[in-house]
């Protein structure tokens, strides 16, 4: 049996080979509250409806101005706005019969700042890809076949 060898690891080797990934952990809450909001971006008509609002003027759109360019009925649009404004990606206020939607720039700014702190360590940084961008290796499934 061979004898096992040890290798000196300066102090300097052992903070770069095992820096952590944060700075500190999420706590219970705060991953909650991220997590809700991420899943609220995770819905391709709700990314729809974000960027419809954010590219009205002001950032500001009439969620009856909402409905035909997603294709969705009027319930099904207020549906998705209301877990858009749950997650407090944008606010709501209802004028008579229709609903006034506005983003909320410094919920958007906190949800990039995390993932932008992720993104800047060297352990958890990656090639940038756009999302069309495929994985080698790995097919893309057609829906409905």
């Not at 004898?3 to 990934?21: D, Q, Y």
């Not at 008509?45 to 909402?66: E, H, K, Y």
């Not at 008579?96 to 932008?116: K, S």
């Amino acid at each position: 049996m061979a004898t096992p060898t040890t290798i000196p690891v300066t102090a300097r080797e052992a903070e770069v080979c095992c820096s952590p990934l944060l700075a500190e952990p999420l706590d219970p809450d705060d991953a909650r509250e991220l997590a809700t909001a991420f899943k609220a971006l995770a819905d391709p008509v709700r990314l729809q409806l974000l960027s419809l609002i954010a590219a009205a003027p002001d950032g500001t759109a009439c969620s009856c101005d909402l409905e035909e360019p997603v294709g969705k009925s009027q319930p099904t649009v207020s549906h998705h706005l209301s877990i858009l404004a749950d997650a407090g990606l944008i606010t709501k206020e209802k004028i008579g019969r229709w609903v006034n939607c506005t983003i909320v720039p410094e919920r958007l700014a906190q949800l990039r700042d995390v993932l932008d702190t992720w993104g800047d360590n060297p352990r958890t940084k990656g090639p940038r890809r756009s999302p069309r961008d495929r994985v080698p290796g790995r097919r893309r499934r057609r829906l409905g076949t």
